[in-house]
């Protein structure tokens, strides 16, 4: 890319920064070239003399002006959480790890003992915020497993309505789930007759794929494992629903707000395991329905 | 509170943050923000430009902190969150050519009259130089050069080869060395062109 290092030429700044920094593809011939030529190694002479310069700039703190105008900009953010989509945009959460290193639903579920016990004390703040007095008649409501007791007085809204989300419509569908009762359905509770009335076209060669986790989400044991797991920390779901999101097979799972639960919902889209880390895995954020349970 | 907060490193704080702690983040940009605004000054050659990067890098941290890697140094992260924000406001501003450009260009020109300069003088024409030469090259420069971060880290915050580093790094230095030859120690050598002789600094070596 450079000047050859022709006898009668000198060597370009370009060369012998390249063989300074050692990828110059023609090293021998420059070095010689250099070796004997007097203008060449002043010219080098010069590029370490700016190279000094470089590195002997003073540390330069951020001014104090520019440093309290970028706090205020900060400070005028909404809560952290929120954060993860502040204008409400789809954010695609891969790879997204914190304390928890379970990577899927698997190794979450392990700790639900352990989940059950911060859910419970989390509930006991949290009861008469959520929603969910009527869901109880729909027999959601595990009749064993370890957050049983936990989760009584707020069970888990559990639907399969099976309907395509999408961006444009998931605010409103995701705070229908929240409001409304689901109807019973056969398979609430075991994992007889899971399958969520299919939409032939979106649910053939993922279905099988899907349907292990879809089935395990069925034990709102799981659903809490697997909403501790997104929140990073225990939190009490709301509402599932077993459904679709954009044509492909996706459970949507919502949490109270990370921000502030007490005018937000966060929204999952889970698309085929609970996990982190999923690289399809997207969290939304939406307000929560002014009319809605309190 | 932000007493137990300080004993955290920085990867536990991002954690704290997504998690909605609120002043966790705060105590992230306190550890970088120097070094960060140093980076961006130096990329972009001009203060009100650097502010307004490292204003939307760290935004951006601030709402993508849940999303933060954690096989990534939160250093290398905010490096490379804060070179994407000079880029992308470099980009914007090519995006509508202004009177501004015209005006660096004439004051880059300026600065670069042989003198002799105090040390405040030497950073200035630096800045000047460092602008000249483009954002991309002043980036790898400035951070393997000035910040001193090894070649293989500043592959990571460039997200681009080691290789590419390296000949930014050279073509760069190269830029600098033909800009700033009147700073250095020795006045060249009479056979040598005076560098800032050749407006464009990519051929100086047109000298035969």
């Not at chain 1, 006898?7 to 920094?21: F, G, P, T, V, Y």
């Not at chain 2, 955290?8 to 105590?27: T, Y």
């Not at chain 2, 502010?51 to 933060?68: E, K, P």
């Not at chain 2, 290789?163 to 120690?185: D, E, F, I, M, P």
């Amino acid at each position: 890319m450079s000047d050859g290092p022709a006898a009668a030429n000198h060597l370009s700044l370009d060369a012998l920064a390249e063989l300074e920094e050692g990828i110059a593809s023609d090293a021998g011939a420059l070095t010689s070239h250099l070796d004997g030529c007097a203008v060449c190694r002043e010219r080098a002479g010069q590029l370490r003399a700016s190279r000094a310069l470089l590195s002997a700039l003073p540390p330069e703190p951020m001014p104090a002006d520019v440093a309290s105008r970028i706090e205020a900009a900060l400070a005028a953010e909404p809560a952290p959480a929120a954060a993860f989509s502040p204008r409400g945009d789809i954010v695609p959460l891969r790879g997204r790890r914190t304390w928890w290193r379970g990577p899927n639903i698997a190794a979450a579920a392990a700790g639900v003992a352990v989940l059950a016990l911060g859910a419970a004390l989390l509930i006991g703040h949290l009861g008469s915020k959520s929603p969910a007095e009527s869901a109880a008649k729909n027999g959601n409501r595990p009749a064993t497993g370890p957050l049983g007791a936990a989760t009584a007085p707020n069970p888990l809204k559990q639907w399969q309505t099976g309907r395509d989300y999408n961006l444009t419509n998931l605010a409103a569908l995701a705070t229908g789930i929240v409001i409304g009762d689901p109807p019973p359905f056969p398979g609430a509770q075991t994992q007889a007759g899971a399958q969520p009335s299919p939409s032939p076209a979106t649910r053939s060669n993922s279905l099988a794929a899907a349907s292990y986790s879809r089935d395990a989400l069925r034990d709102p044991a799981i659903v809490y494992a697997c909403a501790a797991l997104l929140a990073s920390h225990p939190v009490q779901p709301i509402a599932i629903d077993y459904a679709n999101f954009n044509g492909a097979p996706a459970d949507i799972l919502v949490l109270p707000g990370l921000s502030n639960p007490a005018t937000k919902l966060a929204v999952y889209i889970i698309p085929t395991a609970c996990s982190d880390s999923a690289p399809d895995l997207v969290y939304h954020q939406v307000d929560r329905p002014v009319t809605g349970p309190r | 509170m932000s007493g137990a907060l300080a004993e955290l490193d920085d990867r536990e704080l991002l954690a704290r943050h997504a998690a909605g702690d609120r002043d966790a983040f705060g105590l992230v940009v306190e550890r970088h923000r120097d070094r960060l605004w140093r980076v961006a000054l130096r990329t972009l050659g001009n203060p009100d430009d650097a502010a307004d990067a490292v204003q939307d890098a760290l935004l951006s941290a601030y709402r993508a902190a849940g999303s933060f890697r954690g096989d990534a140094a939160v250093t290398t992260w905010l490096h490379r969150i804060t070179v994407n924000a000079c880029l992308d406001l470099v980009r914007r501003k090519a995006s509508r050519p202004s009177v501004a450009l015209d005006d660096e260009l004439d004051h880059a020109d300026d600065v670069a009259a042989p003198d002799l300069l105090g040390e405040r003088e030497t950073a200035a024409e630096i800045l000047a130089a460092l602008r000249q030469i483009g954002p991309e090259q002043a980036a790898a420069v400035v951070l393997v050069d000035v910040e001193g971060f090894p070649v293989a880290q500043v592959a990571e915050m460039l997200d681009v080869p080691v290789g590419t580093v390296k000949s930014r790094c050279a073509r760069g230095r190269a830029r600098l060395a033909a800009l700033l030859g009147h700073l250095g120690n020795p006045p060249p050598a009479a056979s040598v062109e005076p560098p800032n002789a050749n407006s464009d600094a990519s051929s100086p070596e047109d000298d035969s």
